[in-house]
């Protein structure tokens, strides 16, 4: 699977959008983007995935570059809670049998 | 629909000391996978399962066993626990076939002395 790279951290406003950017630079044609978030020592969480299109579910939108190479992760209007580590991870079909390799990924700080 | 139940929360062994853990999903998932994670650290594979009766290394295999001898179950276990395998350990399935939506569980709180 292709590495990813995320900044250690990012603050944002409590109701601004939060922007994570993230590299991966290596992705091969047949493997997606996918975000997870963790919240303070929780399980992970799925947030959403994308594979060239840009994405929205009810949680986020996923915005990738034409070139695949790098994505952001839009959280419209933040909240308190979404203070969460937040991990980009690239994984691809045939023989990965879903294997996730989590990086340490951006711990993001919603202030009030 | 309880989801991804990890079995027990927290453990405290003495160096030596053998335990299992055990993770149940009811959604009929068919891959199963073991995580650990340490502080500051992002979650690494231990094992995974892609059916009952098979398994699999992940990238830190060493000093753990594993069994999938139902579908809904995974077992991890330790035979002579080790104070560097003090950590949170997770565990999660997903469908075969679908996009890699994996249900985490909440997490067993390891601690070997």
């Known amino acids: 699977d292709a590495k990813t790279t995320q900044p250690t951290s990012m603050d944002c406003a409590e109701g601004r959008a939060a922007n994570l950017p993230c590299n991966h630079s290596?992705?091969?044609?047949?493997?997606?983007v996918y975000w997870y978030r963790q919240i303070h020592s929780q399980g992970p969480q799925y947030i959403i995935h994308?594979?060239?299109n840009n994405e929205t579910n009810e949680m986020a939108s996923l915005i990738i570059t034409e070139d695949r190479k790098s994505s952001t992760l839009i959280l419209p209007h933040a909240t308190l809670r979404d203070t969460a580590v937040y991990y980009c991870?690239?994984?691809?079909?045939?023989?990965?049998?879903?294997?996730?390799?989590f990086g340490q990924g951006t711990i993001l700080t919603v202030h009030p | 629909n309880a989801g991804v139940t990890q079995t027990p929360k927290f453990r405290v062994l003495k160096t030596g000391q053998s335990m299992t853990l055990l993770c149940a999903q009811d959604?009929?998932?068919?891959?199963m996978y073991w995580y650990r994670q340490d502080p500051g650290m992002g979650l690494r594979l231990i094992h995974y399962?892609?059916?009952?009766?098979?398994?699999a290394k992940g990238e830190v295999p060493d000093g753990y066993n594993v069994s999938r001898l139902k579908k809904q179950n995974f077992l991890l276990g330790l035979e002579s626990a080790a104070p560097s395998q003090t950590s949170v350990y997770f565990c999660?399935?997903?469908?075969?076939?679908?996009?890699?939506?994996?249900?985490f569980g909440p997490g067993t709180r390891l601690t070997v002395l």
């Open positions: 999660a399935s997903v469908r075969r076939g679908g996009y890699n939506e994996q249900f």
């Open positions: 994308g594979l060239k």
């Open positions: 399962s892609v059916g009952e009766g098979t398994t």
């Open positions: 290596t992705i091969s044609g047949n493997e997606y």
């Open positions: 991870i690239v994984s691809g079909g045939g023989t990965s049998y879903g294997k996730l390799t």
């Open positions: 959604m009929n998932h068919e891959y």
